[in-house]
């Protein structure tokens, strides 16, 4: 049974900073990883989609690499901005069966003018 | 494109009373999933739906949860009676994929839930 963590729970970083959330997950045989950003009061926006056959993937200031032997991925934000504040989940598609994705409980973000 | 559609977006009911969610997905779209996300938790799978088949409701709980997909189209949710623990966020998300391997992986594309309150 896959099992995804991110670490930590809530982040706080200044305006300007670059930052590194971190996803693990427990079974490597995956399809493919996203990352969703989840603003309050909101469904989840999708971020990024990195195949189980590439290494990484960037949109905008924000880049998302995959290691699959070791079980982890990471969303890099470059300058962040107040308006980066959210919680930002992570999910990974089985390789097989019904199309399931496992989602981590999230890192929630908090980006200080 | 039109986004993924729920209502109500908020629901207060006591508990013991029954509720029920609506989506419209994404024109096109075969697969529908229904997801309850507790507070400071990532969203759960109740159940998904392939066209008018459900293709997984393993953790759905079936003596109060019901759900159903006519046409292939909208989804409902139904939970009933409904207890403390219900209280969450029920969200819709629903993708291109259709069970081939060709459609396998496809985004899913989310709703903005509706936020249940059990009193």
């Known amino acids: 049974k896959q099992e995804v963590t991110q670490i930590p729970a809530a982040l706080s970083v200044p305006e300007g900073e670059n930052l590194v959330l971190n996803c693990s997950f427990t079974d490597s045989a995956i399809y493919n990883l996203q990352w969703f950003r989840q603003d309050p009061g909101k469904g989840l926006t999708s971020l990024l989609l990195?195949?189980?056959?590439?290494r990484e993937q960037t949109s905008g200031r924000l880049n998302a690499s995959l290691d699959k032997s070791s079980g982890r991925s990471t969303l890099y934000i470059a300058a962040s901005q107040p308006g980066d504040s959210a919680t930002y989940l992570c999910a990974a598609l089985s390789n097989f069966g019904n199309e399931k994705l496992t989602f981590g409980t999230g890192t929630r973000l908090t980006i200080i003018p | 494109e039109a986004g993924v559609a729920q209502s109500p977006r908020y629901k207060i009911i006591e508990k013991r009373q029954s509720v029920a969610f609506w989506c419209n997905p994404i024109?096109?779209?075969?697969?529908l999933y229904w997801y309850q996300q507790i507070l400071g938790q990532g969203p759960k799978l109740l159940i998904q739906?392939?066209?008018?088949?459900?293709?997984?409701d393993s953790q759905l709980p079936k003596d109060r949860f019901s759900a159903e997909r006519l046409k292939g189209v909208d989804s409902t949710l139904k939970i009933q009676p409904a207890k403390l623990e219900d209280s969450a966020v029920y969200l819709c998300a629903s993708s291109l994929g259709g069970g081939d391997r060709v459609h396998y992986g496809q985004p899913q594309h989310f709703g903005d839930g509706t936020r249940l309150s059990i009193l």
């Open positions: 739906f392939q066209n008018n088949g459900v293709v997984d």
């Open positions: 990195i195949q189980s056959s590439q």
């Open positions: 024109s096109g779209h075969a697969t």
